[in-house]
Nanobody, 118 residues
Framework: QVQLVESGGGLVQAGGSLRLSCAAS?????????VGWYRQAPGKQRQLVAS???????NYADSVKGRFTISRDNAKNTMYLQMNSLKPEDTAVYYC???????????WGQGTQVTVSS
């Protein structure tokens, strides 16, 4: 059973930065996959923030382009989300996800709260 453990959330003022981490159990990152970060604000649907493939191709939501950077360290089975110039509208619970291309399995972290004060 794959487990994803997130860390790095918290309270920050607008304009500040946070770095989220998500560590996976086992060697799941060695399997061809796409990993990503999603977020869900109160009363809203979960939405993709950023993703990165095994080959390093990245994709970002328009609302975070130029401010957030996703990365992965396959040797450590860990993904990161560097968030700069944070805005109050970035406030949400952030979830990490691993999507395996073979089998189509999805694994989710437990979520970490990010709160940006104005």
């Amino acid at each position: 059973q794959v487990q994803l453990v997130e860390s790095g959330g918290g309270l920050v003022q607008a304009g500040g930065s946070l770095r989220l981490s998500c560590a996976a159990s086992g060697s799941i990152f060695s399997i061809i996959n796409t990993v990503g970060w999603y977020r869900q604000a109160p009363g809203k649907q979960r939405q993709l923030v950023a993703s990165i493939t095994s080959g390093g191709r990245t994709n970002y939501a328009d609302s975070v382009k130029g401010r957030f950077t996703i990365s992965r360290d396959n040797a450590k089975n860990t993904m990161y989300l560097q968030m700069n110039s944070l805005k109050p509208e970035d406030t949400a619970v952030y979830y990490c996800n691993v999507h395996l291309l073979v089998g189509g399995y999805d694994y989710w972290g437990q979520g970490t709260q990010v709160t940006v004060s104005s």
